[in-house]
T-cell receptor, first 114, second 111 residues
Framework: DGGITQSPKYLFRKEGQNVTLSCEQN?????MYWYRQDPGQGLRLIYY???????QKGDIAEGYSVSREKKESFPLTVTSAQKNPTAFYLC?????????????FGPGTRLLVL | GQSLEQPSEVTAVEGAIVQINCTYQTSGFYGLSWYQQHDGGAPTFLSY????GLEETGRFSSFLSRSDSYGYLLLQELQMKDSASYFC????????????FGQGTELSVKP
């Protein structure tokens, strides 16, 4: 079955630590996205990638970094510069990067600060 | 600026019809989408309006009026499983499929 997976489901971060969230898709989609969701809030775009080896900042990129070395993978690193990282992180992909393309979401990773 | 407004909560009974409104203060967007998210889960796509008018998909319909800066999601024959959060989102041409989401409407369906 084709789909998009995220791991781990829960992640705990210590102060000053960098952590990496995994996102993999086998849908052969060109575009991938990372969103952050806080309780009772909508999704805010962190980074997106329209094609391999290319990515752009979203609305809240500070304190985060990404890479897109392979079409199927788009890992997100939450750096120590992100002072309020506790949130639900959602990865998504779409066939292409057009405005009319449906985005398919992974199950999410909950990040908690110890 | 870009912002979308939705009611934070809506309650309805099984079998009823409910309308979730989305008003926006943005321009130049390409289309309006609706996503459903069950508690703690992944959002799933429901509907997309590129043009003004009504789009129907089974029990769900979505409407867009650019002249009124307004859209809505209409859910008919409500079922308990429809209890979830519903998000409207706008997408922009030539911005890599970037979506701007509203803050979501939590729908509670009662027996």
């Amino acid at each position: 079955d084709g789909g998009i997976t995220q791991s781990p489901k829960y992640l705990f971060r210590k102060e000053g630590q960098n952590v990496t969230l995994s996102c993999e898709q086998n849908l052969n989609h060109d575009a991938m996205y990372w969103y952050r969701q806080d309780p009772g809030q909508g999704l805010r775009l962190i980074y997106y990638s329209q094609i391999v080896n290319d990515f752009q900042k979203g609305d809240i990129a500070e304190g985060y970094s990404v890479s897109r070395e392979k079409k199927e993978s788009f890992p997100l690193t939450v750096t120590s510069a992100q002072k309020n990282p506790t949130a639900f992180y959602l990865c998504a992909s779409s066939r292409a990067s057009g405005a009319q393309e449906t985005q398919y979401f992974g199950p999410g990773t909950r990040l908690l600060v110890l | 600026g870009q912002s979308l407004e939705q009611p934070s909560e809506v309650t309805a009974v099984e079998g009823a019809i409910v309308q979730i409104n989305c008003t926006y203060q943005t321009s130049g967007f390409y289309g309006l989408s609706w996503y459903q998210q069950h508690d703690g889960g992944a959002p799933t796509f429901l509907s997309y309006n590129a043009l003004d008018g009504l789009e129907e998909t089974g029990r769900f319909s979505s409407f867009l009026s650019r002249s009124d800066s307004y859209g809505y999601l209409l859910l008919q024959e409500l079922q308990m499983k429809d209890s979830a959060s519903y998000f409207c989102a706008v997408s922009y041409y030539n911005q890599g499929g970037k979506l701007i989401f509203g803050q979501g409407t939590e729908l509670s369906v009662k027996p």
